[in-house]
């Protein structure tokens, strides 16, 4: 890409100078065939950095990334439901423990229940061995595969990312990952695709090897909301958005604050101001001989 930036540049030097020199000399015929060469010189490379295999997704109306705005807790509650039973069997999630889940999804008495039904292994004990153990509300939640190599052996030699960060790991994160799950289709008349691997016009390529996670009533939501492929995604987008900014919500309070403090101290610094200089600012000097 550098080395095609670079002769690329050239070429435009190259016909610059080559047009200076026929605007300088006069010849107008010559002028216009330059002009029009440059202007395919130009068409041919802009169209070279043109992609016919990704889609960019939408900008969409997330709530939440207002200035004033805070996650839906109900979304998070159902979209952390949508990781547990359709996300988790492949993706983890390292960097949440269950704790950080308090008051955001569930309740205490709820993540102490849920944390018990996962065993964890801990140790070693006196004697020097493993063991396992009930989790713990300060247990990270639990990942799918033991390591990476059952991972990659499990998924046909990929790796299914972690998702603590995937909103931030990649360019217009909330739409992106959107997009990528209520994009699936079916492939256009001559795109091949290979064995195992899934059409989805967002994912650079198009060929995916994750098949589609959602689908309409694959999750039944406590709270009676039709659970869509487009509603799960959008919650699960949002639960991972939390993941990803656990303090958004705080930072946007802290700034409201810090807003309103330096607002009275601009007043109260511009009043004393005006107070301390008005006596200067308001007095006659008359000068006697």
């Known amino acids: 890409l550098a080395r095609h930036t670079k002769l690329k540049k050239q070429e435009e030097r190259t016909m610059a100078y080559r047009l200076r020199s026929l605007l300088s000399q006069g010849n107008k015929a010559a002028v216009a065939a330059s002009v029009a060469a ?36 109900g979304a ?23 704790r950080e889940l308090v008051g955001v999804t569930h309740t205490t008495d709820e993540l102490i229940e849920m944390s018990s039904e996962v065993d964890v292994v801990d140790g070693p004990n ?41 909103v931030k790991a990649r360019h217009a994160g909330q739409d992106y990952l959107f997009s990528l799950l209520t994009g699936y289709c079916e492939p256009p008349a001559g795109k091949p695709m290979m064995a195992g691997l899934y059409y989805n016009p967002y994912f650079p390529g198009g060929a995916i090897a994750m098949p589609p996670p959602l689908s309409d009533g694959g999750v039944e939501y406590e ?3 039709p659970s869509t492929i487009s509603q799960q995604a959008k919650d699960v987008v949002e639960f991972l958005n939390w993941c990803s900014e656990p303090e958004a919500d705080e930072r946007k309070k802290n700034a409201g604050q810090y807003m309103m403090a330096i ?22 000097i008359t000068y006697l001989k």
């Open 38 to 73: 440059l202007s395919g010189t130009v068409t041919v490379a802009s169209v070279t950095f043109l992609s016919d295999d990704v889609v960019h997704p939408a900008e969409l109306p997330w709530e939440h990334l207002g200035l004033f705005s805070s996650y839906d807790c």
């Open 126 to 166: 006196d004697e020097g061995e493993m063991f396992e153990r009930p989790g713990k509300l300060a247990d990270r939640l639990p990942k799918p595969y033991a390591n990476d190599e059952q991972g990659r052996a499990a998924n046909g030699g990929a790796l299914p990312p972690d998702l603590s960060l995937m």
């Open 223 to 225: 709270d009676g909301t």
């Open 76 to 98: 998070l509650r159902r979209g952390f439901q949508v990781y547990r039973q359709v996300c988790a069997t492949c993706h983890s999630i390292e960097q949440i423990h269950y």
């Open 263 to 284: 607002a009275f101290t601009a007043i109260a610094t511009g009043y004393y101001k005006r107070f301390k200089w008005s006596p200067y600012k308001t007095r006659s």
